[in-house]
C-alpha cells in the first residue's frame, strides 16, 4: 500500500527534523511506497529551509509553500489535495502526535476501518489555560453541532482514500477540518494514546 503523511507547518525549525526522522524509521516498515507532504504556512522561521533541505536529499519528501499565513485547516486542505496515497495521514508538525502510533492506524484501516482517528487519553506539559478552553470547546462543539465529532481528538488520523475523496469534494472557507471527516460517514474507529508536550516552540 502507499501511504501519504500530510503536514501543516507553522515555524517549526526545531521539530522537523525530528519529525522527519521518526516519520520515516516507522513509514518505511509498514507502506510500499510513501510520500510526506509538508506545507509550509508562511513560517517566520527557518522551517520552510529546512523542508526544502529534506526534499533535497529524499525524494519521499514533497512541500508546498503558502504565499502568507492561511492557518492550519488551509494547509492541510492543501496537502490533503495532493495527497495521493491510498491511505492518507493527518498529523501535526510539533511531534505532540507520535509518529510511532501509525501502525496502529493502518493495522485497524486494514481490519475494515475507513477513519481512524487518535484520542488523546493525557495530555502533559499543556497549561491549565489551554485545557481548560480545549476543554469546553468539544463540549460546546458537542452542543451546537448535528455532527458527532469525537472529542479529545485532534486532527492526527488515517483516512482511506475514498473520504479523502468526499473531503475533498467541500470546498467551504473558512473549514472545520475534523468535522468534514467525522461528517463524511464510513467507518470510523479511536485508537487510543497519551499526548506528549510539544518538542519545541509554542502553541499558535
Ligand atoms: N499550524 C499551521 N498554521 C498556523 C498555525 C499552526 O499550519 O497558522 C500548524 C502547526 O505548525 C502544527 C499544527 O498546525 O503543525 C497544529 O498547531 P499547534 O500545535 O499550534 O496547535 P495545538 O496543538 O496547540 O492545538
Ligand atoms: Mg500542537
Not at 18 to 30: P, W
Not at 127 to 136: D, I, V
Not at 149 to 154: C, K, L, Q, V
Amino acid at each position: 500500500m502507499k501511504l501519504s503523511v500530510v503536514i501543516p507547518v507553522y515555524n517549526e525549525e526545531e521539530n522537523l527534523r525530528i519529525l522527519y526522522e521518526r516519520l520515516s524509521t516507522v513509514i518505511k516498515a509498514e507502506a510500499d511506497g510513501y510520500e510526506l507532504i509538508f506545507v509550509d504556512d508562511d513560517s517566520r522561521d527557518n522551517s520552510l529551509s529546512v523542508i526544502r533541505e529534506l526534499a533535497g536529499k529524499d525524494s519521499n519528501v514533497k512541500y508546498v509553500s503558502f504565499s502568507r499565513n492561511f492557518g492550519h485547516e488551509i494547509a492541510s486542505t492543501a496537502g490533503l489535495d495532493r495527497a495521493s496515497g491510498d491511505a492518507v495521514v493527518l498529523i501535526d508538525a510539533d511531534v505532540q502526535d507520535p509518529p510511532e502510533l501509525i501502525p496502529e492506524l493502518i493495522a485497524k484501516w486494514k481490519d475494515g476501518a475507513e477513519v481512524v482517528y487518535a484520542r488523546r487519553r493525557r495530555r502533559s506539559g499543556e497549561s491549565f489555560f489551554k485545557r481548560t478552553t480545549s476543554f469546553l470547546f468539544y463540549r460546546l462543539l458537542q452542543m451546537l453541532s448535528e455532527v458527532p465529532i469525537p472529542s479529545d481528538t485532534g486532527d492526527f488520523r488515517l483516512m482511506d482514500r475514498r473520504v479523502v475523496e468526499a473531503v475533498r469534494q467541500c470546498r467551504e472557507n473558512p473549514r472545520f477540518l475534523r468535522g468534514l471527516v467525522s461528517w463524511a460517514g464510513f467507518r470510523q474507529e479511536p485508537v487510543y494514546y497519551d499526548r506528549d508536550e510539544r518538542k519545541g516552540g509554542r502553541t499558535k
